[in-house]
């Protein structure tokens, strides 16, 4: 698996907080948990690969960072294209519309392609281009009343999250039957994962 990320715009929900905390922030949390409690810590360098969240979550990754806005770095992620199996993607459907990276786009670098699109709303309908994480899915699905207790507001329940862990393990499971079904047929497929 390759975990394909820019520099042009730091992911703090997997990388941590800041690109570049000082290291008085750094010093301050050695003793107890920190985001960038890592001995050798290099201001300068920054959290690339240093942040406790990032280290647990793309554990057994490669990992490689590319400009897709500019020319060079859509043919370099083209050409990752072209050798893969699966694609899946995580954003509003604008952002891949605007890189010009669109299933249609791929399918025609590698045309048995399997490619998941985990957007918050789905790739259509009035919602398509609002961005969103498990915590607005759970509001906006009502899941937060249904785990809430009857003498409260919805507000006072605990942010746990549930769909974020779902939707991982249903993109999983949907990935494996596009595998499937391109073992039996020799056809790529675009799923659409709200």
Known sequence: ?????????????????????????????????????LEGYDAAYGSWNRCGLFCGHARNKVSMTVDLTKPKGKEIFKRLIKVSDIFLESNS????????????????????????????????????????AGVHQEGFTGHT????????DAVYTVIVNHTDEAAGATATF?????????????????????
């Open 1 to 37: 698996m390759t975990r394909v990320e820019s520099r042009q715009h730091w992911q703090e929900y997997t990388r941590g907080i800041m690109a570049h905390p000082p290291l008085s922030l750094v010093a301050q949390q050695r003793g107890g948990f920190s985001a960038y409690a």
């Open 93 to 132: 459907p604008i952002v891949m519309e605007k890189l010009g990276l669109t299933y249609d786009v791929l399918k025609e670098v590698k045309p048995d392609l399997i490619m998941l699109s985990l957007s918050g709303f789905g790739q259509s309908g009035p919602c398509k281009y609002y961005r969103a």
């Open 145 to 152: 009343y249904l785990r809430g207790y009857p003498d409260l």
């Open 174 to 194: 949907a990935l494996v039957m596009g595998l499937y079904h391109r073992n039996r047929t020799g056809k790529g497929q675009f799923i659409d994962m709200a």
